[in-house]
């Protein structure tokens, strides 16, 4: 059983989509904080430890959105869609969800 590559390029479009605007919110997210005091001290610190979160959910953002662009670049590839080691066929849905992912289970 071979995977719908057609299908498969969509899904990673539309994911694509997704992540850049997650990652334009973060970056909006993300901005320096103003130094200045109008918002208080206490909310100034939850700003301040959002913005961590923020800024490792941007990194992640931009992590996953690079990975799916090089599983589009690989999808013409001889044996895309298939794990390396073993040559079996990996499933779409951990190719969407781990597109770096090259070994299956049980291989890693
Ligand atoms: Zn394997």
Redesign the pocket.
Known sequence: MSIDKETLRENINLELQKVRKDITDLEELTKPISPENSIGRISRMDAINNKSVNEASLHQARDKYNKLEEALSRMDEAGFGL?V??G?PIPEGRIMLMPHSR??V??A
Do not use: G, L
């Open positions: 794990y080691r073993c079996e070994k299956c049980r291989c």
